[in-house]
């Protein structure tokens, strides 16, 4: 069945330590993929996206993520996270046809400590 | 920047009231969606709107749902009869052109609670 899928629901980390948010997708072929996040009391906002090419993308904020074809999955990296990149991550993919919609997983709540 | 404006924020109702939620979209924006998260819950995809016509709506979005978009800047969701299991958290989005590749940008949701 189609999917995606955020295995992580809720991830803590130390305030400089680096984080990996885990993303993995099934699909009949590689969609368009997307990291958004919500901070508390605001919209979704689009952190990145990879289309094709280069499979390391540079997002804002820092983040970056790597799509892997073999393993299906567009994981979200941060070399040194700040307090205030608390909140939730959401990965999304859209289709190559058909569908303007996005899919989303079920997110990852990150909480940050001093 | 532009942003996706939603209102109210919070939306308390009754069962079997009527609600609507309104969504004022990027304003060069031609396709608008809804998409609604019950808590703990992924964000599910309700509908999509171009050329002041649905073109696309999952099985969620049945006939206690419709849209509009009543003027050049709004883009409503009503839903005409709420059900407890309604209560959730329902975002806005717009997008310059369709397909799965336009980035939507999002507004920041109305949660629903419905008693």
């Known amino acids: 069945a189609q999917s995606v899928t955020q295995p992580d629901i809720h991830i803590t980390v130390s305030e400089g330590a680096s984080l990996e948010l885990r993303c993995n997708y099934s699909?009949?072929?590689?969609?368009?993929l997307f990291w958004y996040v919500q901070s508390p009391g605001q919209g979704l906002q689009l952190l990145l996206k990879?289309?094709?090419?280069?499979?390391l993308v540079q997002g804002i904020k820092g983040f970056e993520a790597e799509f892997k074809r073999s393993q299906s999955s567009f994981n979200l990296r941060k070399p040194s996270v700040h307090w205030s990149d608390a909140a939730e991550y959401f990965c999304?993919?859209?289709?190559?046809?058909?569908?303007?919609?996005?899919?989303f997983g079920t997110g990852t709540r990150l909480t940050v400590i001093p | 920047e532009p942003e996706v404006t939603q209102t109210p924020s919070h939306q308390v109702t009754q069962m079997g009231q009527e609600v609507i939620l309104r969504c004022v979209p990027i304003?060069?924006?031609?396709?608008f969606y809804w998409y609604r998260q019950i808590l703990g819950q992924k964000v599910e995809f309700l509908v999509s709107?171009?050329?002041?016509?649905?073109?696309?709506k999952s099985e969620i979005f049945d006939d206690q749902f419709s849209v509009e978009r009543p003027d050049g800047s709004n883009f409503t969701l009503k839903i005409r009869s709420t059900k407890l299991e309604d209560s959730a958290m329902y975002f806005c989005?717009?997008?310059?052109?369709?397909?799965?590749?336009?980035?939507?940008?999002f507004g920041a949701g109305t949660r629903l609670s419905v008693l």
């Open positions: 989005a717009s997008s310059v052109g369709g397909g799965g590749a336009n980035i939507q940008y």
């Open positions: 699909y009949g072929a590689t969609p368009y």
């Open positions: 990879y289309f094709s090419g280069d499979t």
């Open positions: 999304a993919v859209g289709l190559l046809t058909g569908a303007n919609n996005l899919f």
């Open positions: 304003s060069n924006h031609l396709y």
């Open positions: 709107f171009y050329n002041n016509e649905i073109s696309e």
